[in-house]
């Protein structure tokens, strides 16, 4: 039996966007548990798809101790500030050290890590907290890590950890699974005493996130071959799209590779490079204006039978924060029935609906909250339908089991367009959210989700027909759009584009 200690700390960061993730978003978590310290840990991850729960189940089905260290995760936002980074970092720091003086001590370490947070002082965060940790627990404890699919993996994260695997599925419905990978990567370091032959490799070309759902191409051929290569030559592959929202040195797209055989590990390493270098024109994305996105799907959907628009530029997934109002303002001039869009984050609008109460009539300022500039709020009268305390825990296939605390929700009506308002930034990414005031989503005749790609693990399913909608917000779908800084040199800003 082996000592293991569990920790992690998880943002994506979106440099361009307008807000930062301060120690109080961390606190709330936005969709996420929230900070969470020693045993309480695991009462808090219990159930849910999320990577440190995979991995304590795998390490308990074998019987290992578990040392619970600090866990935090926010929504996606701009950068962390230093005063929360070093807070839940040196959180875990301190238990670290702890274990590690105690006369037992620690056999191995398994972080929760997204791999693409940029804070304040750091432009690659987690190689820092990888650093960090390497240099509590020395050269001779396995450090091993799971990743977000959106990490941009710097030479720092794969130089300070033994091992790290990342997620194979957008929308991320194999969060606990790829804890659980983790994990016994970290197992297999402590059976044999051995460590892996690491490799890494970094693209030069950015993609933009609706293009890399891998329910569709290129991603779904992609993560097939990922597979048949691990088992063809036994060895550890991952491939990670990257975030391309992070001005920093090393954003953009990777694969990495663990194995015992140099050889075998090299040839599978080159197969999967081959192959997404060769699928650069694939991932370029058809998007649409809000216009056109709008009347296509009043055309195509039916209640029954939805369209879903995904307002990707708005994604509080992505650093949005949920609150432009282009794709609202589109619905209310074309007259769209039957038609409900979420989430919409405005804190004030939601109080003023539970002080209104359920049926009031009234006029509201919707939206624009981050003051953006060129974004402005939705001036109409809108009727109070249902009003919600944003409680309920989540149905679909990516956060089945995440219990939510959105603050105060309302649902709003002006026509036949309604709107779910919320209080907590989080993703339009589940049934549940929508089902807490009242919408059933089937019965819709098309839905605007503040979303990239993760809505489509609950709606494609229901949906007639999916359009990406380009409606102005801070988390661009087209990476070349951005004022980059600090990318490296020889980086093409999106498929088959022009280099920086
Ligand atoms: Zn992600």
């Known amino acids: 039996m082996a000592r293991i200690a569990i920790g992690g700390m998880q943002h994506e960061t979106n440099t361009f966007a307008p807000t930062k993730a301060s120690y109080l978003a961390f606190e709330q978590g936005g969709g996420w548990p929230g900070i969470q310290r020693g045993d309480a840990l695991f009462a808090a991850l219990e159930g849910a798809n999320i990577p440190a729960q995979g991995a304590i189940e795998a390490f308990r089905a074998q019987g290992h101790q578990l040392l619970p260290l600090t866990w935090a995760a926010a929504s996606p936002s701009a950068h962390v500030t230093q005063d929360a980074f070093e807070s839940i970092v040196g959180d875990i720091e301190r238990g670290l050290r702890d274990a590690v003086d105690r006369a037992e001590g620690v056999d191995a370490v398994y972080l929760d890590l997204h791999g693409a947070m940029v804070t304040e002082d750091h432009e690659d965060g987690e190689g820092e907290i990888l650093r960090r940790v390497r240099s509590i627990v020395g050269a001779r404890v396995p450090v091993v890590a799971s990743l977000d699919l959106h990490a941009n993996v710097t030479k720092a994260m794969v130089e300070h950890a033994d091992a790290m695997s990342i997620y194979r599925t957008y929308p991320h419905v194999d969060m606990a699974e790829t804890g659980a990978r983790a994990a016994f990567l970290a197992m297999q370091m402590l059976a044999t005493g051995k460590r892996p032959i690491k490799r890494h490799h970094a693209f030069s070309y950015l993609t933009g996130i609706p293009s890399q759902c891998t329910f569709i191409e290129p991603g779904k051929s992609l993560y097939e071959l990922l597979g048949r290569l691990e088992q063809q030559h036994g060895c550890y592959l991952s491939f990670a799209p990257g975030f391309p929202m992070a001005d920093i040195h090393e954003c953009g797209m990777s694969v990495i590779a663990y194995g015992f055989d140099a050889g075998k590990l090299d040839q599978a390493m080159n197969a999967m490079v081959d192959a997404v270098e060769s699928?650069?024109?694939?991932?370029?994305?058809?998007?649409?204006?809000?216009?056109?996105?709008?009347?296509?799907?009043?055309?195509?959907?039916?209640?029954?039978?939805?369209?879903?628009?995904?307002?990707?530029?708005?994604?509080?997934?992505?650093?949005?924060?949920?609150?432009?109002?282009?794709?609202?303002?589109?619905?209310?001039?074309?007259?769209?029935?039957?038609?409900?869009?979420?989430?919409?984050?405005?804190p004030l609008a939601a109080e003023r609906a539970h002080e209104a109460g359920q049926g009031a009539s009234l006029a509201f300022e919707l939206g624009a909250t981050s003051g953006l500039a060129g974004h402005q709020a939705v001036r109409r009268r809108f009727t109070v339908e249902r009003l919600g305390d944003g409680r309920f825990t989540c149905t679909g296939p990516m956060f089945k089991g995440f219990r939510m605390q959105l603050g105060k929700m309302a649902l709003l009506r002006h026509e036949g367009v309604r709107v779910a308002v919320a209080s907590i930034k989080c993703q339009a990414a589940d049934q549940a959210m929508f089902r807490h005031l009242g919408v059933e989503p089937i019965q819709q005749r098309l839905m605007v989700l503040k979303s990239s790609v993760h809505f489509r693990a609950d709606f494609q399913p229901i949906a007639a027909a999916v359009i990406v909608a380009r409606s102005p917000g801070p988390a661009l779908a087209d990476p070349a759009e951005f004022a980059w800084t600090k990318l490296r040199p020889g980086v093409r800003l999106h498929p088959l584009g022009k280099a920086i």
């Open 279 to 346: 699928a650069e024109k694939d991932f370029a994305l058809e998007l649409f204006t809000p216009q056109d996105a709008i009347q296509r799907a009043m055309q195509l959907g039916s209640p029954g039978r939805p369209v879903i628009i995904a307002d990707t530029q708005d994604n509080p997934g992505a650093g949005g924060n949920g609150d432009t109002t282009g794709m609202l303002e589109a619905l209310l001039a074309l007259k769209a029935q039957d038609a409900c869009l979420g989430l919409l984050i405005d």
